[in-house]
């Protein structure tokens, strides 16, 4: 499935453009990891400055996927405040059943003083930059039911053209190979990179050798022997691996307690994440926190 290089479409862009124009809102797709996959419409100066900095760019984009994550959970639009403050929200695209990114929309300050969650530990040390101070200052102030009717918009529409369009792209390109034929070494990379697109598109979900093998068109045995041959590691240590990796950044970039992070990433129970990821880095979950907010406070 080609779902996520798909949504780089012409009619993606053209739909990001003219809601961005129609509303003055600031658009971009982005894929699960938070990376921007279209073009940026009607960004803000001072979003544009802030995503020149590698770090500070680095919480954008903790931002964009955490806002994306729980957006989600209920497949409905989710309004929050971004790691700078600002109010941004983010609307799911599942395709086929598979969660491949996110259209993120906002940008704005509000007029009302609304209580709204704060999708990651809304951080100052920007404001000694008095460049970005500056271009934050000038950023419009919209009152909050403008931001909810956008985000209801924007949900139509991804519902009713964007998901529509792609599911058919994904239809396709999802048809079961004729059975017996030869495949090739090219054939095969792409089944496994397709496998890990899968992998990453379903931490939330108990994730299954049989089933991801499935997804692909190989028998689990098969499956089983091509994956390690290819990617050195084990299915199973491959995607506690990737888990684990995800764990420190959303420990590192957001406020979800240790229990969501760890539904979030498909532990079933929050002792046993626990147990897994003190396994992987010697250190809780919670001690790590904690070291990174003692770290703050030092510098």
Not at 29 to 36: A, F, K, S, Y
Not at 201 to 210: G, N, T, V, Y
Request: glycine share 4%; aromatic share 10%; with cysteine.
């Amino acid at each position: 499935m080609n779902s996520v290089s798909s949504l780089d479409s012409e009619l993606i862009n053209k739909i990001a453009l003219d809601f961005a124009h129609a509303t003055g809102l600031a658009v971009v797709v982005v894929n699960i990891h938070g990376e921007e996959i279209s073009e940026r419409f009607s960004f803000t100066s001072f979003c544009k400055k802030m995503r020149e900095d590698p770090e500070l760019y680095s919480r954008c984009k903790m931002s964009d996927r955490c806002g994306g994550l729980e957006a989600s959970k209920d497949n409905k639009p989710c309004i929050y405040r971004c790691h700078a403050g600002l109010t941004d929200f983010s609307i799911p695209l599942i395709i086929a059943g598979n969660l491949v990114g996110f259209v993120l929309c906002g940008q704005v300050r509000v007029t009302n003083d609304i209580t709204m969650e704060n999708i990651q530990k809304v951080d100052q040390h920007w404001q000694s930059d008095l460049e970005l101070l500056k271009a934050y200052e000038s950023i419009p102030l919209v009152d909050f039911s403008k931001v909810i009717a956008s985000a209801d918009l924007l949900k139509l529409i991804v519902d009713n053209c964007i998901k529509k369009h792609l599911n058919f792209i994904v239809i396709n390109d999802t048809a079961s190979p004729e059975p017996d034929r030869p495949k090739s070494t090219a054939a095969y990379d792409a089944k496994i990179k397709k496998a890990l697109r899968y992998i990453d598109s379903h931490f939330s979900e108990d994730l299954r050798l049989e089933d991801v093998a499935a997804h692909v068109y190989l028998s689990p045995y098969y499956f089983s022997k091509l994956f390690k041959k290819q990617l050195g590691i084990g299915f199973n240590a491959y995607v506690t691996q990737q888990r684990m990796m995800n764990a420190k950044q959303m420990l590192e970039h957001s406020d979800w307690s240790i229990a969501s992070i760890a539904k979030n990433l498909g532990f079933s129970q929050t002792s046993y994440f626990c147990k897994v990821f003190r396994q992987t880095f010697q250190i809780t979950p919670q001690m790590y926190r904690e070291n990174l907010v003692g770290d703050d406070i030092a510098s």
